[in-house]
C-alpha cells in the first residue's frame, strides 16, 4: 500500500492566484480529513469526509477555501484567491472505520507558500 | 480545543527510556487516550492509544492511571530517531482528532 498520497510536496505561488491541493486516501478508507498546519496555530481540522460525503468544514477559514472528495480515491483543497496567510503545511488523512482503535494515516503534506 | 496539557519539551538521553507525562483531568468514561508524533516535516505518525488498561506494542507502552486523569507514553530505549513532538490526544469514537501543541521530545547522544 502506498499509503496517502498528496501532490504536489511543495507549491510556491503567487499572492491572488488559485491553488489547487490534491489527496488520494488509502484504498478502502472512507473517511478523508484535511488539516493544515502552522507555527502560530499548530495542526488544524479544516474539513472531513465521510463516504464522499462533507461531514464537519467548520474549521475551514473563510469562504476563499473550499474541498471536494468527487469520488473515494481522490479529493482536492482549493484556495482561490490565495494570500500570504494561507502559507502553511496542509497534510491529508485517511481511515477506515475502524480509525477509533488505530486512528489515521496521513500523508507527507503538501507545504504551500504564498508571496 | 485540545483536552490534555503536555510539557512543552523534554531531553532524553540516548538508550534511556523517555517518560511523556499527560494529563486530562476532564477526561470522560467513553473517551479514549491516543498518542501520536510528528518527526520533523512528516505527517503525524500514530503510536498507541488506550481506555483504560495499560497498553503496550511494539513502539510504546502507555499507562493510564486508575482515575483516567493522567498518562504516561514510555519509549523504553529511545534513539536518535524518536526526536519528535509527541502529541496526546482524548476523544470518543469516530469523531476527530484535536492536537493540541504536544512535546517536542530531543534525544541526545
Known amino acids: 500500500d502506498a499509503g496517502v498520497i498528496q501532490s504536489p510536496r511543495h507549491e510556491v505561488t503567487e499572492m491572488g492566484q488559485e491553488v489547487t491541493l490534491r489527496c488520494k486516501p488509502i484504498?478502502?478508507?472512507?473517511?478523508l480529513f484535511w488539516y493544515r498546519q502552522t507555527m502560530m496555530r499548530g495542526l488544524e481540522l479544516l474539513i472531513y469526509f465521510n463516504n464522499n460525503v462533507p461531514i464537519d468544514d467548520s474549521g475551514m477559514p473563510e469562504d476563499r477555501f473550499s474541498a471536494k472528495m468527487p469520488n473515494a480515491s481522490f479529493s482536492t483543497l482549493k484556495i482561490q484567491p490565495s494570500e500570504p496567510r494561507d502559507s502553511a503545511v496542509y497534510f491529508c488523512?485517511?481511515?477506515?472505520?475502524?480509525?477509533?482503535?488505530?486512528?489515521?494515516?496521513f500523508g507527507s503534506g503538501t507545504r504551500l507558500t504564498v508571496v | 480545543d485540545a483536552k490534555t496539557t503536555q510539557p512543552p519539551s523534554m531531553d532524553c538521553a540516548e538508550g534511556r527510556a523517555a517518560n511523556l507525562p499527560c494529563n486530562h483531568s476532564?477526561?470522560?468514561?467513553?473517551?479514549?487516550v491516543y498518542w501520536y508524533r510528528q518527526i520533523h516535516s512528516q505527517g503525524p505518525q500514530y503510536i498507541i492509544h488506550g481506555l483504560k488498561n495499560n497498553e503496550t506494542n511494539e513502539m510504546a507502552s502507555l499507562i493510564i492511571t486508575e482515575d483516567r486523569k493522567s498518562s504516561t507514553l514510555i519509549l523504553p530505549h529511545a534513539t536518535l530517531r524518536d526526536t519528535a513532538v509527541y502529541y496526546c490526544?482524548?476523544?470518543?469514537?469516530?469523531?476527530?482528532?484535536?492536537f493540541g501543541k504536544g512535546t517536542r521530545l530531543s534525544v541526545i547522544a
Open positions: 476532564t477526561i470522560s468514561g467513553n473517551e479514549y
Open positions: 484504498s478502502g478508507h472512507d473517511y
Open positions: 488523512a485517511s481511515s477506515d472505520n475502524s480509525f477509533y482503535l488505530y486512528g489515521y494515516t
Open positions: 490526544i482524548v476523544r470518543v469514537g469516530n469523531t476527530p482528532l484535536v
